[in-house]
């Protein structure tokens, strides 16, 4: 596959946002972001099979039994472009469905290059298929697929498993106008969300039984250990998720045990935490389904089509550019 890549000091740009983050007065906080390296990664997929967290597997039964729909809603020649491609494993079932209509290129953006590696071993089998590959920020990474783009070729972007759920909902609605920047009318947005369902599913879902999300909230301090040779000590960190009755959101924390002070040295940080004190990691939020048609149109899309799953509740939605 070709990659196109940017050489970025990554652990440079890791160590200030930390430094940032957890010098921040009252709510310690970290970027989401930085839960998906290679572990974090590769955690997430093990969530994706636990019998509390439905979310990924709803997803994927969508798109599986919608794939023909959704490529015949969508006319003429595609360039498909993936913002977060994951394993791509979801993705495969559209693919297909595209490809065997006429030849498709697809453009997975990822920040993570291992994670792109992966999408593209997991899908260059498809027959008529060409994967080009972006190692960028969602919206950079966009900008540029929509440069390539053809004459006469539609562009559908693909933004699935509610990863829009991480930002909050005024941050969701920006992002979408961004994205509705870069596309021409009659292009579309195929966007995966979460919906509400009850504090106890939720819960569960973020605090399994087994402890792998814990493990994979608490990668993060073992990810800080690893990359900025910091010393926390993971045992004196709990995880902890909690509604956010407001913000309509799970969030994760990261929860310390005692009063403890870590060195940070990729960082140049020394952080104090007190007993009890949190680092908040990320936040799930939880839409209705009729809540994103409206930030739908309010972002200069249409509402085409949403498929709910009769399982976990989890839509996924055929926006068009107006
Ligand atoms: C991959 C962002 C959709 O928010 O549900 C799973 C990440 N965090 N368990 C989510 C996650 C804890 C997940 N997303």
């Known amino acids: 596959m070709l990659v196109h890549a940017i050489p970025t000091n990554a652990t440079y740009e890791f160590g200030t946002e930390v430094r940032t983050g ?19 990664s590769a955690l997430f997929e093990v969530i994706s099979h636990l019998p509390e967290y439905g979310l990924t597997r709803a997803d994927e039964r969508l798109l599986r039994r919608h794939a023909d729909e959704i490529v015949d809603r969508v006319a003429g020649p595609v360039a498909v472009a993936e913002l977060g491609s994951g394993s791509g494993r979801k993705t495969r ?21 291992s994670a792109l590696a992966m999408c593209e071993r997991e899908l260059r ?8 590959g972006f190692e960028r920020e969602y919206l950079d990474g966009l900008l540029e697929v929509a440069a390539y783009r053809k004459t006469g070729q539609r562009l559908v972007v693909l933004f699935l498993g509610s990863t829009i759920g991480n930002f909050d909902r005024a941050a969701g609605m920006n992002f979408l106008s961004e994205v509705r920047h870069i596309l021409q009318p009659g292009d579309s947005l195929l966007l995966g969300t979460d919906l509400e369902k009850s504090r106890t599913e939720l819960l569960r879902a973020y605090d399994d039984e087994l402890g792998v999300t814990a493990a994979f909230n608490l990668n993060l301090l073992a990810r800080i250990n690893r990359d900025l040779g910091a010393d926390f000590d993971l045992a004196r960190f709990e ?51 009729q809540e994103v048609c409206e930030t739908a149109n309010q972002t200069g899309f249409r509402c085409e089509v949403q498929w709910i799953d009769e399982q976990w509740p989890f839509a996924e939605n055929l926006l068009v550019a107006e």
């Open 22 to 40: 957890l010098n921040r007065p009252g709510q310690k906080e970290l970027p989401s972001k930085y839960l998906y390296d290679d572990v974090g």
């Open 93 to 113: 079932w559209l693919l297909e469905a595209f490809c065997r209509r006429q030849r498709t290129s697809y453009y997975p953006v990822e920040i993570s290059r």
């Open 125 to 132: 089998d498809i027959d008529a298929i060409s994967i080009v």
């Open 239 to 289: 995880h902890v998720a909690k509604i956010n009755d407001q913000a309509r959101s799970v969030e994760m924390h990261l929860r310390s045990e005692r009063r403890q002070t870590v060195a940070i040295p990729g960082a140049e940080a020394v952080v104090e935490f007190q007993e009890g004190e949190t680092i908040w990691t990320e936040s799930s939020h939880k839409y209705s389904a």
